[in-house]
């Protein structure tokens, strides 16, 4: 799940919905993936839309154990990799590539022609398949 955060200035109402969707939100990924997840820092993305029109929304990507292992390691040994990719914010004597070479591959194919069904792994259908159950018994028996 991808980690967000919100401006200072969001109203307060906002802020409380948006913390009970995020809260609802690792809560289903946690039972979904066996407690096999994490939240992370990623660039907005489809989320960011929702967000600007007072929508709380959270992003929600899955990664390669992998990739995912790489990038948390990179996030414990980098601490300015989290704000270049939250906020593309870097020091000026830093080079730019550097960062760019510890986002996740996955990453990189977002909102591009290779972002498709061939660039998934099978086990991402899988977890889908038990977020999307997970999704429907809550909406069926809690109404």
Do not use: Q
């Not at 989290?82 to 080079?95: G, K, Q």
């Not at 070479?101 to 099978?122: G, Q, R």
């Amino acid at each position: 799940m991808g980690k967000t955060e919100l401006p200072a200035n969001v109203r307060w109402n906002f802020r409380t919905r948006f913390t009970d969707l995020k809260s609802r939100a690792a809560n289903m990924l946690r039972v979904s993936s066996g407690g096999n997840f994490a939240i992370l820092p990623i660039s907005y993305s489809d989320n960011a839309g929702f967000l600007a029109c007072g929508i709380p929304a959270v992003a929600i990507t899955m990664l390669p154990a992998d990739e995912a292992s790489r990038f948390m390691l990179d996030l414990a040994r980098v601490p300015m990799l989290e704000n270049y990719v939250m906020n593309s914010r870097i020091p000026e004597y830093l080079d730019e590539s550097e960062l760019d070479a510890m986002i996740p591959p996955t990453w990189k194919l977002f909102h591009t022609a290779e972002d498709n069904v061939d660039s998934l792994t099978p086990e991402s259908f899988s977890v889908m398949e038990r977020i999307l159950n997970h999704l429907a018994s809550e909406r069926t028996y809690n109404g």
